[in-house]
């Protein structure tokens, strides 16, 4: 039986970086949520559709 991962869930990624902007967690932790919450399948598909972050 083969392991299905979840499709990413932005909320997840967005309260993981919250709580490592508030000093919650550990950078192991907050790295660990992030990975669970999919985002290198996010910056594979950001990558693939050619987009580029834009000046602030």
């Known amino acids: 039986m083969a392991f299905e991962r979840p ?3 932005l909320t997840k990624l967005i309260a993981a970086w919250e709580a490592w902007e508030k000093g919650e ?3 192991g932790k907050v ?9 290198a399948e996010i910056l594979v598909e950001l990558k693939s559709t050619g987009w580029t972050p834009s000046a602030s």
């Not at 790295?31 to 985002?39: E, S």
């Open 31 to 39: 790295l660990a949520n992030l990975k669970t919450a999919g985002l």
């Open 7 to 9: 499709a990413p869930d």
């Open 25 to 27: 967690e550990m950078p």
